[in-house]
């Protein structure tokens, strides 16, 4: 079972459309995470929810919205999309207090979503 | 956060050790050491992490200066697969990761 998944893993759409990517886990984990590569390779973290609560919310372009419906999922949804949103998204889950409870903290990623704007 | 300093680039045999280095003269106490691997087209994935000790896993071992101002990862018998940037990251025990540039691993054969 992959235990972080993306989907769409590739995504081609005009610029001005909107568009979803989704994130799901089933490690259990209560904090999940999106970031974005882009031309590059430089990684940039852009949200990050705990528990469903926004916990971190990079400079990012309020185009861009996260979604995280229960603790298992956290959807990027982004509107009007331009040329300069091409690039590859991941998401990512870990247990972000890990630490005081003795469990794992390392982060998980999904394969990714390479995203073009035409 | 604290920086860490890799190589650009590095390049090995096959079926040799790699050590990569890292440095983090500003790390402070309560920061983790923490490795992380890109292989190409895929997303990242964890090797390695440690605070004072040295440590083991099935992947890599981690050397840890007496400092902790530097640190190596070290790969014992590079294959092929291993080929990836590899990051070198400080991470406090409830943080987010921040990945900087790493060092991108080229094992030749």
Redesign the interface.
Known sequence: DTAVSQTPKYLVTQMGNDKSIKCEQNLGHDTMYWYKQDSKKFLKIMFSYNNKELIINETVPNRFSPKSPDKAHLNLHINSLELGDSAVYFCASSHLHGYRKGLYTEAFFGQGTRLTVV | DAKTTQPNSMESNEEEPVHLPCNHSTISGTDYI?W?R?LP??????VI?GLTSNVNNRMASLAIAEDRKSSTLILHRATLRDAA?YYCILKK??D????G?GTRLHILP
């Open positions: 923490h992380y890109q087209s895929q997303g990242p994935e964890y992490h940037v025990a409830d987010k990761i921040i990945f540039k």
